[in-house]
């Protein structure tokens, strides 16, 4: 795994705990954007 893929992971993981943490929120277009 490249450091920028393994950086789009992280972001994905954060965006999941984010969205868990406040439930609230629709994590597709953010993680659909991650690769961005």
């Not at 795994?1 to 992280?10: C, G, R, S, V």
Request: charged share 15%.
């Amino acid at each position: 795994m490249t450091e920028l893929e393994q950086h789009a992971l992280n972001i994905r993981k954060n965006i999941l705990t984010m969205v868990y943490t406040a439930q609230s929120g629709h994590p597709g277009g953010s993680l659909s954007a991650a690769d961005i």
